[in-house]
C-alpha cells in the first residue's frame, strides 16, 4: 500500500527544526458539512468540494468539519475520498457529540482536529486519549476567549499528550455573529505559560495571529501570523480556506452552484492566429507594431493565465476571496519600526480588531523578514503526508547541488544549436544568428520539437531572455510540464534528472518548485526512463529568445545502444501489480527469442499499486529484460488510451506490443511473431484461454509456472476465445508496427470500453488484415469481474 494511503500513522514525526527551514508548504485544504445556519450540504455537494480540493487546489489531505452527520455519511466520503487519493482528517467542535467517539477506529483518519468553542478539559481529554488509544494523531484548535481558564498544570497534563496545539482568539467556521473577542491579559499569561511548558514537552504549538509584543520572548519562534501562516506545512492551502471561509456564509444550492463553476476548468491551447499572421505582419513595420501592442494589453487575460490564476478569477466573481485582512496595511504608529513589522499582524486591520484596546511594544533591530530567522525552542510535527513530502524536498536539493556542480565542473556532451530545433507546429522565424525568436500572437503554449532522445541521468540548460513569458522550461509529454515562471527578463534554466527520473529545475541557479496549474494534471514526481524533452514556453509576450543548449549526458556512451531493441511491450498497470508479475515472468520465460530484442514499456500511476517495487525486483532478477518505467501522475489512472500514447514516446522497438497487465504469454509467441514479422504489419494470437480463479490464485502464488507447464494450465481453461469480437484483435496482445500506432493513436477517453476494437478496426480498415498466429492462445488470468477501465467483463 502506498505510504501515503497507509493507515499507519505511526510513522508520522516530532522534529526541531527552525520555522519553515525544510518544511513542505501546506498541503491540507478543508471542507465544512453544515453552514453558519448549521444547515448541512449534501453528500454529492461535499463530494464535488473535495474534488475540487483534489483537481484545483492539489491538496492531498483535507480536514472534514463534520458535524451532525452519521457514521454512514462519512464513510460513504471516505470511500470517495480514496478514489481521490486523498487522506480525511476529522475536525471537530462540539466535543459532547458522540457520534464518531465510538467509531473513531473505523473512520481510517489521517488525525483529528479538536477545535472546541469552549475550553472543557474534561472533553478534550477523554478524545485525546481515545485517539492516542488507536494510535491517530491529535491537533488541537484551543479558544483564547475564554472567561474561565484552566489551571496550568492540569492543562499541561491534558495537552501534552497531543501532537500540535495552536491558540487562536478568532472564530472560524461556527455560527454566531460575533468573529472574535479581544483575548484578555490573564489569557494571554495563560497561553505563554503553557507555550512555554509544551515546547519542553515536545508539542508543537503555534500562536496564531498574535503579536509578537504580546508573546514572551522565548516563545516567538511559535508565533505564525498572516501570509506566514500560509506558508507552514500544518496549515491549510489559502485558496482552500479562503473558499471554505465564503461557503460557509451559502446554503447548499448556492454553494453547489459555485463548486460546479469552479470545476468547470479549462486550460489554453495554441492558437492558430499564430502561424495565420506571424507570415503575413513581418516586414509591415505599422501592422505589426500595433499586433504587439493589442498582444501586450490583452496578455493577462490568457488562457494559460487564468488557469495558472483560476481560483483568484472565479473567487472574485463569487466574492469568495477578500483581499485578506492581512493585506489591507493599515498605518500603525506603534509597529512602525518594529523590527517583526513584516512578520506581525501590527500593521493590518485584523489587529485593529482584535488588539487595538491593547498596550504594543515595538522591538528594536533589524528589521526580521521571514520567521526562519525568528530564534526558534519550537518542536515541530510532521504527519505521514508532510514527513514524505519533506524527504522528497530534500532529495530535490541534493539533486540541485548535483546540476550545479556537472555544470560549473564539466564540460557539455552536446551542444544544441537553434538550428537543430524548431518550433512545432508554429511559424518558425530565423534571422540567421544563434538566437531563436519564439513570436507568438497568442496566449497558450509553444513548443519546440523533440531536442534529443535520453535516458537519465543528464543534464540540460538553456537561456531564455530578450522578452518575458507567463512561464518557461521543458515539456516531456502532455502530462508532465516542468515549467516554472520568468520572473526576469532573462533566465538560464537547468535541468537536472537523476538515474531513477526524480528531477531539480532550477532557474539561475536557485531551485524552483515547477508550476502547477490548476485544472491540470499534477506535476510528476519522476520523469520516465527515456525521454525525448521540448522547450516550452507559455504565454509570450510578443517574442522570448533561446540561445544553443546544453546537454550533460555524461554516461551517453556506458548507456545501452537501444538501436538491437525489436519489439517494445506496453503495459498500462495502475491496479493489478500481482498479475503483472506473472505477465513480466512469461515475458522474461520468453525461448528461441533474444531477450534482448526485446523491452518492456511500463506505464504506471506511482503509489496505486506495487508496480515500483516489482520494476526494481524483475530488475535485479531478471537484468537482461530491459524495463521502461513511464510514471503518470494519478489523474490518469483511468485513461488507459492517453497512457499508451504517450508511452510510445518512450519505447524504442520497430514494433510494438499492447499487453494487458492480466495476460500470461505462451513461452514461444515472440519467436512466432518474429517468424512472421517480415510480412506483416499488426500481428495477434488466435485467442484466449480463460482461467479459473482456482488456477489463476495457482500461479500468482508461484505454485504454478506458465513457462514449464503452459500446455497443462492452458488445458485447464474453463472458456476459450477464438477470434472473439467479430475477429478484429483486441487489446490483451496487439503486435503492430510504430509507424501505423504514430498514425492510428488509440482513442483517449476516461474508461477504455471499446477502445481497443476501434483501434483495431480503424488499423485492419485502413493497412488491411492482421495475421493470426495459428493455434497460438494466451492465458487470461482471473480478476472475478473486478472494474477495470470501465469494463467489468472477462473480455
Ligand atoms: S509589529 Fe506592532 S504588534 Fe507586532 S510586535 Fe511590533 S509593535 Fe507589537
Redesign the pocket.
Known sequence: MDEKNSLDNTAAAHDVVPENADAPLPSRGIILSHNRKGRAYGITCLKKWMRLNTTLFKVEKVDVAFSKGSVDEWTELLEFAKTEDIRLSLRIQNLQDDTFFDALPELELLDILLAPETLELGALSKWISRAQEHKIPVRVLLPLTMRSLPGLEESVACFKAADAVSFTWEKHFSGGRKKFRTPSSESLQWMNSLTRRLNREKVDVTLLNI???LVDEDNHGNVLCGEELFRDHSQYLYASWAVAKRIFLFGHARASLILDEFLASRQGRRNLADNLLLPWVFGKVRIEGRLWLLRRLSRYISPDWIAVQREKEHAKRHKLLPVASWEKTVR?D??TG?R??RL?I??TAL?EKGFSSLN????GGTPLLTTATVPSQRHRWFDVIDQKRRHFHEHQRALAEEALRISRATPPSKEMTVLDYAIEDHYNHWDGGDLKRWFSLSRGEMISTVLARITPPFTLMVTFGGGIAEQIGFSFGRHAKIVCPMIDYSHKLTLHVDKDGYYALLRDGVLVQPTEFSGASRVPERLPGILEPRISMHNVDGYVLTTTLLLWDQEAKAKQDLSRIKYSVIIVSVRYARRLQAALLSLAHQKNFPLDALEVVLAYVPGADGAEDLIDAMECRFPQLRIVRVPFPKEYVRSKGFMINESLHAASGEWITLLDADIVLPPDIFARVDAVSEKSHFIAPDGRYMLSPDTTHAILLGERKPWEEYDAIAAEAIETRHHEAKGYPLGFFQCIRRDILEKVPYQEFNHFEGADWFFSKEVIDRFGDATRLSGVYVLHLDHEGRQWYGTEKHR
Open positions: 503579536p509578537y509584543c500603525h506603534a509597529c518594529c517583526f513589522y506581525c501590527g500593521n489587529f504594543v511594544t515595538p522591538f
